[in-house]
C-alpha cells in the first residue's frame, strides 16, 4: 500500500510538472514588459537637415514593420511611399466573413512571445482577443490517419494531459528544447532594440546560435534529441501541417517555432480584434506616408547621382518616381518585377486552400458516432484529402460553428458533402503562402546593394507574422546604418 501511494504522490506530481510546462502565461508577459522597457535607448539621430525619400513595395506585415520602426527612429528624415498591387492593405493577412462570422483567411495567431507585433498592437490601442473555437464543446483534439484517431483527447484537462503523456511520453523533454529554442530567438530583441543588424539571414541564425537548427530536417533532428516516434509522427507533424502545409521534412527551426506557438513554450494565442490586418492598416494607413494602392511595382531601376546610388520605380499606373532607398517587401519569387541586380527567384511557394465551412461534422466520416474534436491533425499521409480541420469561429447568422479545412487542393463539393452533415454556407481562399521550408544552403540577402533591402530574405527558413516583423525591424535598422554611413562619407 505505501508503495502504491507514493507511486500515485509521485505520478500527481508529474501532471503537476505537464500543466506547468504548458501553461506560463505570466512568464511571457513579464517579459514583453521588459521588452517595452528596453527598447530603442541607442543614438538613432541623424543630423538636421537630413531628408530621404524611401520607397517600400508591398503592404503585408513585414512592410509594415518597416514603416512602424522607422517612424519610430528617424522619423523626421525620412519621406516614406509604400507601394501595393492590390486596392487594399495587409499582403497575406486578409479578413471576411461567413454567416455573420468572423474569419481570418490568412495569417491567423500571434504568440505572446511576438513582441514586435504586440509593440505595434499596443502602440496603435487595438485589442487582443482570445481565439475563436466555435460554440461546441468537447474534445480539444484528434489526431487523425484517415482511417481512425490515433488519439482523441478528453474534454477534461487533467485527463487530457494524461493522454498526452501516456502516449507521446518524450513531450516534457521536447517542451525542454522548445523553451531552450526560444530563449536563443529572444536575443535578437534587446540586439535589434539597441540598433543591430544583419545583413543576411545566415548571420542573424548564427549571432543567436540557431543556424544548425536551419540546417537539419526535423526528422533527424528530433531522433538525435531522443524524441520518440510517435511524437514526431502524430504530435509534431500534425503541428508543422497545420501551420505549414508540411511535413517534419523541414527544418528542425521550423518546428520549434511552431511548437513554442502550440504551447510548449507557455505563454498565449490571440488575435487582433477586428482582424489581424488591423496591424498593417493601422501603420500604413495612419501613419504619414504616401500610400499607392492599386500600383504595382514592375521595374526598378538604379542610377548613380553624385557617386550614390538611386532608385528609379516604373509602376502599372504610367508613373516614374525616384528614390534614395527601397525595401522589397514582397517575395521576388512570385512577381516579374525587374531589379537591377541578379537574385535567385527559385523558392517554391506551397499551394494552400484554407477552406471555411458553417455547418456540422459528420463524426462517421472519421470513424466515429459521436464526441467529434474540435481540432483534427493529420499525420503523413498523401491520400489525406486535407492538413487539418479546426473550429475557428462561429456564424451567428445560422447558429452553427465555422470550420476551417487546409488542403493542399480545392476540396470538392462532393467530398465537403461527406465531411459535412449540415453545410449553410463554404467560402475558400487560395494562398501561396509558404516557402518549401526544408533545409537550405543558399538564401537571398536582407541587404541586397547600396540602399536596396529585401525583407522577404526571412522566408526562407520559416515563415510567421512576427518573422516578418523581426525582418521589417531589422531592413528599419540597416536602413539607419545605411544613412549614418553615407553621412560620415
Given at each position: 500500500m505505501k508503495k502504491l501511494l507514493v507511486g500515485f504522490f509521485l505520478f500527481l506530481i508529474l501532471i503537476v510538472g505537464i500543466r506547468f510546462f504548458f501553461f506560463q502565461e505570466e512568464e511571457a508577459t513579464d517579459r514583453f514588459a521588459e521588452y517595452l522597457a528596453s527598447k530603442d535607448k541607442y543614438d538613432r539621430?541623424?543630423?538636421?537637415?537630413?531628408?530621404?525619400?524611401?520607397?517600400v513595395v508591398g503592404s503585408g506585415i513585414s512592410s509594415a514593420s518597416t514603416v512602424f520602426f522607422l517612424n519610430n527612429t528617424i522619423k523626421d528624415h525620412v519621406k516614406i511611399t509604400v507601394y501595393e498591387k492590390n486596392k487594399t492593405v495587409g499582403g497575406r493577412m486578409k479578413i471576411d466573413s461567413l454567416g455573420g462570422g468572423h474569419l481570418e483567411q490568412g495569417g491567423t495567431l500571434l504568440h505572446s512571445s511576438n513582441y514586435f507585433l504586440r509593440d505595434i498592437i499596443q502602440h496603435y490601442n487595438l485589442e487582443e482577443i482570445e481565439p475563436h473555437r466555435g460554440k461546441q464543446k468537447g474534445s480539444p483534439l484528434g489526431i487523425w490517419d484517415g482511417e481512425k484517431f490515433r488519439i482523441q483527447l478528453s474534454a477534461n484537462?487533467?485527463?487530457?494531459?494524461?493522454q498526452l503523456l501516456w502516449r507521446y511520453q518524450s513531450l516534457p523533454a521536447l517542451s525542454k528544447i522548445v523553451k531552450s529554442t526560444l530563449v536563443e530567438w529572444e536575443q535578437l530583441y534587446p540586439f535589434l532594440n539597441n540598433g543591430g543588424a544583419f545583413d543576411t539571414p545566415e548571420d542573424f541564425y548564427k549571432k543567436l546560435g540557431l543556424y544548425e537548427l536551419t540546417q537539419v530536417d526535423s526528422y533527424t533532428y528530433f531522433e538525435e534529441q531522443g524524441i520518440s516516434k510517435p511524437t514526431v509522427e502524430e504530435f509534431i507533424n500534425g503541428i508543422s501541417r497545420v501551420n505549414y502545409a508540411q511535413d517534419a521534412k523541414v527544418n528542425a527551426l521550423t518546428n520549434l517555432i511552431s511548437l513554442a506557438g502550440g504551447g510548449l513554450a507557455g505563454?498565449?494565442?490571440?488575435?487582433?480584434?477586428?482582424?489581424?490586418?488591423?496591424?498593417?492598416?493601422k501603420v500604413l494607413e495612419e501613419s504619414s506616408i504616401n500610400l499607392r494602392l492599386n500600383h504595382e511595382v514592375l521595374d526598378i531601376r538604379e542610377f548613380l547621382e553624385e557617386d550614390r546610388p538611386q532608385y528609379l520605380i516604373a509602376d502599372s499606373q504610367g508613373k516614374t518616381d525616384t528614390f534614395d532607398i527601397v525595401v522589397i517587401a514582397c517575395p521576388l519569387d512570385l512577381t516579374t518585377m525587374n531589379i537591377p541586380i541578379q537574385v535567385k527567384r527559385d523558392r517554391h511557394y506551397m499551394d494552400n486552400y484554407a477552406t471555411f465551412v458553417a455547418g456540422k461534422v459528420n463524426p462517421s466520416y472519421f470513424g466515429i458516432e459521436e464526441g467529434m474534436p474540435n481540432y483534427v491533425f493529420t499525420v503523413e499521409n498523401k491520400s489525406l484529402p486535407f492538413y487539418s480541420l479546426a473550429a475557428v469561429s462561429y456564424a451567428p447568422d445560422w447558429d452553427l460553428s465555422i470550420y476551417k479545412l487546409f488542403s493542399p487542393k480545392e476540396l470538392p463539393k462532393s467530398l465537403l458533402d461527406s465531411i459535412f452533415i449540415e453545410r449553410k454556407g463554404t467560402k475558400t481562399q487560395y494562398w501561396k503562402a509558404y516557402t518549401r521550408l526544408?533545409?537550405?544552403?543558399?538564401?537571398?540577402?536582407?541587404?541586397?546593394?547600396?540602399?536596396?533591402?529585401?525583407?522577404n530574405a526571412m522566408e526562407s527558413s520559416f515563415s510567421s507574422m512576427e518573422g516578418q516583423a523581426v525582418a521589417g525591424k531589422n531592413v528599419a535598422n540597416l536602413i539607419i546604418q545605411y544613412l549614418k554611413k553615407r553621412i560620415e562619407e
Open positions: 539621430s541623424l543630423p538636421q537637415g537630413i531628408s530621404v525619400k524611401i520607397a484537462s487533467t485527463i487530457a494531459d494524461l505563454g498565449y494565442l490571440a488575435s487582433v480584434k477586428g482582424g489581424n490586418d488591423q496591424m498593417a492598416k526544408e533545409p537550405m544552403k543558399e538564401w537571398p540577402p536582407f541587404k541586397l546593394a547600396d540602399g536596396l533591402f529585401y525583407t
